[in-house]
């Protein structure tokens, strides 16, 4: 008998890296074990070849878990050699458990602490990601926040100087599909910051290549032209956790005022090196990340400068405020914080409305004719068919499930056995203890406290629809806050 | 399903300590390969679970590799198979759980599940400490019952050095 799968390992380190949002895709042509688990996300993966016996397995195993593992984002570099992000070396010192994802090799955990003791010493202490391998766009001109405006449902006009939000780019066609998530930052009225996921690198820079030049040539753009750049010198890492302000404070310049950064700011400031009164060039601090926890993401203009603050951070901290951390924790870590990855909570087909993300659309761009693609099918969406709207048929919701962890792919059904959902991640809380996970689920069923049932390997386990974040965010939003 | 929520709780709580005796826990995955049941022929598959059999090649005991269980990382959860179930080699007959992924276990040979090892439903972490060990208080899966078919299957496996080989080979990509 031939049999040609491994252990199959499921919805594997997810993690992933993104100001708030970003991602991780699978890595669709991952065989064997080791790979399966170091590789990428997948879930329940199957392998290239089917032996008999797996197929007889089908039987009574949810046929999509493995159909759904095919789907792969691998215009992703997936032939191209894997890239290396500045701190390639130094997670190699650290003891790094090393994956291609996203086109990288990423470190998924660290020889000093495991998955959740990493995922744990976030929530109560700090952990360094390195996040390098997203993209990070600088979008300028004079029409780039309406050419932003066309793209997203975002109001990059009305937004702050130094303020981001969470986005979607949306597809061209008008569905609402979603082309990927992305933090979008005002640096000035015609310029800005956009971070976005490594695994849709090729995908997004197709998309958006196609759209400048159709924004550019439009008649009546001459004086509204908008050009990109992509920051591929610079480095990005997070910091994450309760310890994140005061560890770095002890590198701002003193008369930095970190306690007025609140969530979703950015400022331009150089660091200083501890003991060796050298400044490092400005780099970008934006608080937020992808934690749910206080924090910071930092991008820095050039790959040595990357390390050097890498390794001040971790050395004004101390090992026992700060640790890496790898894609492993992060994956948790973003599930326990409600937050999507796309590729799996989110996709081509996917809505905003669908995937619970309506808030992130500012009211003023509600309407049908607010000028995003997809602004008419979405402000259908907005209004539930109770009042007159489309509404939608499916919604991302929480899940917390008893017994077995429910992983990507799991259908969600009800007591009678009637599909009515399906898992798209989950993993065994570390911070609760309990089996968390998110999905779609028909309209009508997403309330909170509804009872419904994930199937595990082919076994009903009890779930209720739940309320997200699963731990409760600590974002610092100021002093009254 | 109280048991298996005890059985998550105890398995963070043995995660945190393992901070704290941290040299104890790793020396664990130091081990060589071979280190229990040194009556008993001991066999491995590409999919990383292994098999002793007895002296009399009529039962087995099942189990995932060390390197499978160290790749995994902590464990939070094992399906244990049912007992009385027949299976063929390469059946799905359980699966083991870490927070970042799960891994079907596929039986290594033709066989009738005879037992299953209840104390992985409280300590699942045993899988990390002792993977390969199939004694009491060990991180064995299931005793199994050979047939005929189970027995060319068996012989068909890898030993423990080939196995060792296998691994390095797949660490390397």
Same mark, same amino acid.
């Given at each position: 008998?031939?049999?040609?799968?491994?252990?199959?390992?499921?919805?594997?380190?997810?993690?992933?890296?993104?100001?708030?949002?970003?991602?991780?895709?699978?890595?669709?042509?991952?065989?064997?074990?080791?790979?399966?688990?170091?590789?990428?996300?997948?879930?329940?993966?199957?392998?290239?070849?089917?032996?008999?016996?797996?197929?007889?397995?089908?039987?009574?195993?949810?046929?999509?878990?493995?159909?759904?593992?095919?789907?792969?984002?691998?215009?992703?570099?997936?032939?191209?050699?894997?890239?290396?992000?500045?701190?390639?070396?130094?997670?190699?010192?650290?003891?790094?458990?090393?994956?291609?994802?996203?086109?990288?090799?990423?470190?998924?955990?660290?020889?000093?602490?495991?998955?959740?003791?990493?995922?744990?010493?976030?929530?109560?202490?700090?952990?360094?990601?390195?996040?390098?391998?997203?993209?990070?766009?600088?979008?300028? =001109? %004079?029409? @780039? +926040?309406?050419? &932003?405006?066309?793209?997203? !449902?975002?109001?990059?006009?009305?937004? *702050?100087?130094?303020?981001?939000?969470?986005?979607?780019?949306?597809?061209?066609?008008?569905?609402?599909?979603?082309?990927?998530?992305?933090?979008?930052?005002?640096?000035?009225?015609?310029?800005?910051?956009?971070?976005?996921?490594?695994?849709?690198?090729?995908?997004?820079?197709?998309?958006?290549?196609?759209?400048?030049?159709?924004?550019?040539?439009?008649?009546?753009?001459?004086?509204?032209?908008?050009?990109?750049?992509?920051?591929?010198?610079?480095?990005?890492?997070?910091?994450? =956790? %309760?310890? @994140? +302000?005061?560890? &770095?404070?002890?590198?701002? !310049?003193?008369?930095?005022?970190?306690? *007025?950064?609140?969530?979703?700011?950015?400022?331009?400031?150089?660091?200083?090196?501890?003991?060796?009164?050298?400044?490092?060039?400005?780099?970008?601090?934006?608080?937020?990340?992808?934690?749910?926890?206080?924090?910071?993401?930092?991008?820095?203009?050039?790959?040595?400068?990357?390390?050097?603050?890498?390794?001040?951070?971790?050395?004004?901290?101390?090992?026992?405020?700060?640790?890496?951390?790898?894609?492993?924790?992060?994956?948790?870590?973003?599930?326990?914080?409600?937050?999507?990855?796309?590729?799996?909570?989110?996709?081509?087909?996917?809505?905003?409305?669908?995937?619970?993300?309506?808030?992130?659309?500012?009211?003023?761009?509600?309407?049908?004719?607010?000028?995003?693609?997809?602004?008419?099918?979405?402000?259908?969406?907005?209004?539930?068919?109770?009042?007159?709207?489309?509404?939608?048929?499916?919604?991302?919701?929480?899940?917390?499930?008893?017994?077995?962890?429910?992983?990507?792919?799991?259908?969600?059904?009800?007591?009678?056995?009637?599909?009515?959902?399906?898992?798209?991640?989950?993993?065994?809380?570390?911070?609760?203890?309990?089996?968390?996970?998110?999905?779609?689920?028909?309209?009508?069923?997403?309330?909170?406290?509804?009872?419904?049932?994930?199937?595990?390997?082919?076994?009903?386990?009890?779930?209720?629809?739940?309320?997200?974040?699963?731990?409760?965010?600590?974002?610092?939003?100021?002093?009254?806050? | 399903?109280?048991?298996?929520?005890?059985?998550?709780?105890?398995?963070?709580?043995?995660?945190?300590?393992?901070?704290?005796?941290?040299?104890?826990?790793?020396?664990?995955?130091?081990?060589?390969?071979?280190?229990?049941?040194?009556?008993?022929?001991?066999?491995?598959?590409?999919?990383?679970?292994?098999?002793?059999?007895?002296?009399?090649?009529?039962?087995?005991?099942?189990?995932?590799?060390?390197?499978?269980?160290?790749?995994?990382?902590?464990?939070?959860?094992?399906?244990?198979?049912?007992?009385?179930?027949?299976?063929?080699?390469?059946?799905?007959?359980?699966?083991?759980?870490?927070?970042?992924?799960?891994?079907?276990?596929?039986?290594?040979?033709?066989?009738?599940?005879?037992?299953?090892?209840?104390?992985?439903?409280?300590?699942?972490?045993?899988?990390?400490?002792?993977?390969?060990?199939?004694?009491?208080?060990?991180?064995?899966?299931?005793?199994?019952?050979?047939?005929?078919?189970?027995?060319?299957?068996?012989?068909?496996?890898?030993?423990?050095?080939?196995?060792?080989?296998?691994?390095?080979?797949?660490?390397?990509?």
């Amino acid at each position: 008998m031939q049999r040609s799968r491994s252990i199959a390992v499921a919805s594997a380190l997810r993690g992933v890296c993104r100001s708030q949002t970003q991602t991780w895709t699978r890595n669709a042509a991952v065989r064997r074990f080791i790979s399966t688990v170091v590789a990428a996300p997948v879930v329940q993966q199957p392998k290239s070849s089917f032996s008999a016996s797996v197929v007889r397995q089908q039987a009574v195993r949810p046929t999509q878990i493995r159909t759904q593992a095919r789907r792969s984002y691998a215009s992703s570099s997936s032939n191209a050699p894997l890239q290396k992000t500045a701190l390639y070396d130094l997670h190699l010192r650290y003891g790094a458990k090393m994956v291609p994802f996203g086109g990288f090799h990423m470190p998924v955990q660290y020889s000093s602490l495991s998955v959740i003791q990493s995922h744990l010493f976030t929530r109560s202490h700090a952990s360094l990601f390195d996040v390098g391998h997203m993209v990070q766009r600088l979008f300028s =001109g %004079p029409g @780039a +926040a309406q050419f &932003l405006e066309r793209i997203t !449902p975002s109001a990059a006009s009305a937004l *702050g100087e130094h303020r981001s939000t969470l986005s979607c780019i949306m597809h061209a066609d008008g569905s609402g599909g979603i082309v990927d998530d992305t933090i979008v930052t005002k640096l000035t009225a015609d310029k800005f910051y956009v971070v976005t996921n490594a695994a849709c690198r090729d995908k997004d820079n197709e998309y958006l290549r196609k759209e400048m030049a159709k924004w550019n040539a439009e008649p009546g753009h001459e004086s509204l032209q908008v050009k990109e750049e992509q920051l591929s010198e610079s480095g990005l890492i997070a910091l994450q =956790g %309760p310890e @994140a +302000a005061p560890i &770095l404070s002890l590198l701002l !310049p003193k008369d930095f005022n970190l306690r *007025g950064l609140l969530f979703g700011h950015s400022a331009y400031t150089p660091l200083m090196l501890p003991g060796s009164n050298t400044q490092t060039s400005p780099v970008l601090i934006s608080r937020g990340g992808y934690t749910g926890e206080d924090g910071f993401e930092i991008s820095i203009p050039s790959p040595a400068e990357t390390v050097t603050i890498t390794e001040a951070i971790l050395s004004a901290g101390g090992p026992e405020k700060v640790q890496l951390a790898g894609l492993g924790a992060r994956d948790s870590l973003r599930l326990e914080a409600g937050m999507c990855l796309y590729g799996h909570d989110l996709d081509d087909t996917t809505t905003p409305v669908e995937g619970a993300l309506s808030w992130i659309i500012p009211k003023e761009r509600r309407g049908p004719d607010a000028g995003y693609y997809g602004a008419e099918k979405i402000a259908k969406q907005l209004v539930p068919k109770a009042k007159g709207g489309e509404g939608v048929e499916r919604r991302r919701v929480g899940l917390i499930v008893e017994g077995a962890p429910a992983r990507e792919g799991y259908p969600i059904v009800t007591a009678e056995g009637e599909k009515v959902g399906v898992v798209t991640s989950g993993c065994p809380s570390p911070s609760l203890g309990k089996n968390i996970a998110m999905g779609y689920i028909k309209e009508g069923l997403h309330k909170v406290g509804t009872e419904v049932q994930v199937v595990v390997r082919g076994k009903p386990k009890k779930a209720v629809v739940s309320k997200m974040p699963f731990v409760p965010n600590k974002y610092w939003r100021g002093e009254s806050a | 399903m109280a048991s298996i929520a005890r059985s998550l709780r105890l398995a963070r709580l043995s995660a945190v300590s393992a901070t704290i005796r941290a040299p104890a826990y790793r020396a664990v995955f130091i081990r060589p390969f071979s280190v229990t049941a040194s009556n008993a022929i001991r066999k491995y598959t590409k999919e990383h679970e292994w098999i002793d059999i007895s002296a009399d090649k009529k039962t087995g005991v099942v189990g995932i590799s060390e390197y499978a269980a160290k790749t995994l990382g902590d464990i939070v959860y094992v399906e244990l198979p049912e007992e009385g179930l027949e299976v063929q080699a390469g059946d799905a007959i359980g699966a083991v759980e870490s927070v970042k992924s799960a891994a079907d276990i596929y039986s290594p040979v033709a066989c009738k599940i005879t037992q299953v090892n209840l104390l992985l439903e409280e300590k699942p972490g045993t899988v990390n400490q002792v993977p390969e060990d199939d004694s009491h208080g060990g991180g064995w899966i299931a005793k199994v019952q050979l047939t005929e078919q189970g027995l060319k299957d068996f012989e068909a496996l890898m030993d423990a050095d080939a196995y060792a080989e296998f691994t390095a080979a797949e660490s390397d990509h």
